[in-house]
Structures are given as C-alpha cells and as structure tokens.
C-alpha cells in the first residue's frame, strides 16, 4: 500500500473501478484544527432542512435527524470512499424550487415518493451524462434566458418562502439576514481594510450570523434552548420503516413524470456546480506542483449519482439532492492548500478533516439542544443567501429587456405554478421572443454560473 506521495504524482490510494478509495491515518493525514469548526458549520447547515422533512414527510426529529446524519456520512464519502477532488455539498440552489414542488404534494407518503424520484431521476441523469460525456453539449443546449428563469425561480422561491416566515422570529431573522448580507454583499464592508478578523468572518459568514441571529433569538425569547446530557441513538428502524423504499414501495408513474422538470433543472444547476468546481481547482493545481489533482468530469457524475443513490437505499430521500460542491467550504480550503504542503499535505486533506466530526458531534445531545432551536435561523440564512445570488445572477445573464422580461415571467411561472409551467412555458418564450441565437456566449454564462455557486454553496 503507497503512502507517501512522489512530488507531482497524483495523491496515492486503493483503486476501485473508476474511483480511489483513501484512508485515514494510511492516505489522508488527520489535522484536528478545523475538526470542530466544520463539523457544527456542517451539522448547522444540513440539519437546517429537518424542519422541513417532519413537515413535509410527516416524521419525528430522531428521524429527520438519522436521515441528516446519513447524508453527512455520504458526503463525506466523496472524498475518502470515491476519491472526488471537491469539498462535498447540496445543490442548495435547488432547495427552493424543490420546496415549491413538494407543496403540490400531501404530506406523508406522497411526498416521500415525490421527493424519492427527483432524487431517483436526478442519480439516472448524473448517470446518463457520465457515461455519454454529453453534459457540457446538453448545458449549451439550454438557453441562457431559460437558465436564468430557473435562477430567478429560485430566487423568488426563496424569498417568498422567508417572507412568509418572518413573523415568527422577526428578531432572529432580520438579526442573521442582516449579518450574512453585509459580510458577503456589502460593498461599503468590502471597501474595509483586510485584517484577520475581517476575513475570518467573511470565511465564515454562515456561521456568524446563525451565531448572531441565536443571541439575538435568546434576548428577544424566540429561541430557547433545551440542554442535556446523554448521546443520540439513531432509530435505524423506524427511519427504514418511514421512509425507505423497501417499506413503503416505489413511486407512482405519474409522480416520475411530474418530478422530469424540476429535475431536469436541478440537474442544470448542478452543471454549473461542477463549472465552478472545476476552475476552482485549476487554480489550486497551478498553485502547488507537489501534487497533481486529478479532475474528472465523469468520475465526478459516476460519484454523484452513487451517493444521491445511496441516500435513497440507506435512508430514504431528503428534501435536497447531493451535489458536487460547497463552494464557500472549496475557497476556504484551497486558501489554507495554497500555503503549502506543511498546512495542508493534500488536496483531500481538508474536506475530509472539515467533515470528519460532523457525524460524531450530531451523536451528542447537548449539542443538538445548542444547535436544534437555530434550525429555523440556519435555513432562512441559506435560502436568503441563495435567492439573493440567484437573483443578481440571473439578471446578469441577460442583455436586453425582452430576455429580462422573458426571466421574470419564467422566474414567476416556476416559483408560484410549479416547474413544469416555468420550463414549458420558458421554452416556447425562448423560441418565440428570442430565437436560437443568444445575447451572451456560453463563457459569459458559464462566468455568471460560477458567481452564483461561490455566494451559495
């Protein structure tokens, strides 16, 4: 078994079929200083989705909260089980959109089911895509003004969803809202001379503002938090018996048929995932010759249909799909890999050390009761985030006013009659308003694609 890397050589590991199986300890050195830091930014953010599997899956918390612990162990098997080069994610710019087209859905079952072949439809596209190779042909197939108004859909989702919420928790809220939109948007905060404290919590702005929208929750009463001692004993069965689909069966023909459209969608925003991805590390690999990283476009659809997959036969659905990137996580990272091998031995180092107490911490009670009641806060974040970059994205990808025009009806369409309306309807606007020759080239999109993916994650 190699262990060490040659200078220049791909990091070594177990090969298996397409992918490189790398263990703790023989492959990836264990680097405890971002052990607890990753692990709560992690469980904060994926667990902020809880509330919304017992609402739209009619589950108790121990079972949306067992389902979020095996999404953690999947994405964390991208990077030691499949050997992808990326800091594994969601394709949290989906999320709207998917809560838009659960809500057409009773819940309970039918849900499940419609969530299950999303997933299901999504796993076969990566799949499909892989083996052809034919995703960049399929991406340039898209217009950029249909692409827009999926973005823009999500955008308009996202902040109805909130707007919706703000009377609940007006003080947590607008407390956190306030926060991530000055430490990742503020020009004037920009403008502010860099110091370690500065770009501390820009790196970690999903953090400080769940962390300022609890203290503000806690003073004002809208969160309260319930601590005690013990560990969390997953009910493996009951979470089989909920949502497995060898308990309660596949879904109806109907229901994969309704999910093609958001999943069709879905899949486009997970393309300008791995865009993102992709430049991203390319300049990592520039910046360090000891180690190639090896980019791999079809591993990377093989692994992310292996894991969205995955998720279904261990656990059942949950409410977003597994996509290929963090993106805020990936820059962080790649900051600390460009210091050098003596911060960070290999590309694989980080994610995995990122990632690594995420499970292990979610197992303790006295941090789900810390983290638990900031669920609400840790979603609205997320989503604001999201439907705000989607929203200057999706206007930048457009030049003249009949394309802007064309968006915001398509935007409107998806985020209030469903994506199946935004998608058809988009395509005969495209067809009849602009024609098949589109204002920007597909670099131009593929730029603005990326700029969404590195405010959102």
Known sequence: MKKERQYGDIHPGIKWGPFTMRLPGAHINITPSQHI????????????????????????????WTVSLVMLFWVLAQTFLFGDVYAAGAITSGLPLTIVFMNAFTPGVEAIHAMFA???????????FGITKLGEKFNRLVPNSLKAGVIMGAAIAAFQSELDRLPEMPFSLITAWIIVLILMFSIPFSKLPSNKMKLSATANALLVALIGGGIAGFISGEVRFDLSWGFFVPPIGETLASLSVWSIGLPSWDIFIAAIPISLMIYVLAFGDLLVAHTLLKDADSARKDEKIDINPTRSHYTLALRNIAQLLTAGPLLWVHGPIWTGVQVF????????RHVMDSIFTGPFNFYLLAIPLGLLLPIIGIIMPLFPVALSVTLLLT???CAYVAMSMVENNTSRGVVLIIGMLTAFQGPAWGMGIGIVLCLILIGKKEEKNISEAKADEAELDKKTG
């Open 387 to 389: 439907g705000f970059a």
């Open 37 to 64: 830091q990753g692990g709560l930014l992690l469980l904060a953010t994926c667990g902020s989705v809880t509330p919304l599997m017992m609402q739209f899956f009619e589950v108790s918390f121990e079972v949306a």
């Open 333 to 340: 990272l790649i900051e600390r890999y460009k210091k050098g």
């Open 118 to 128: 999303v997933t299901f439809i999504v796993a076969i596209l990566f799949f499909f």
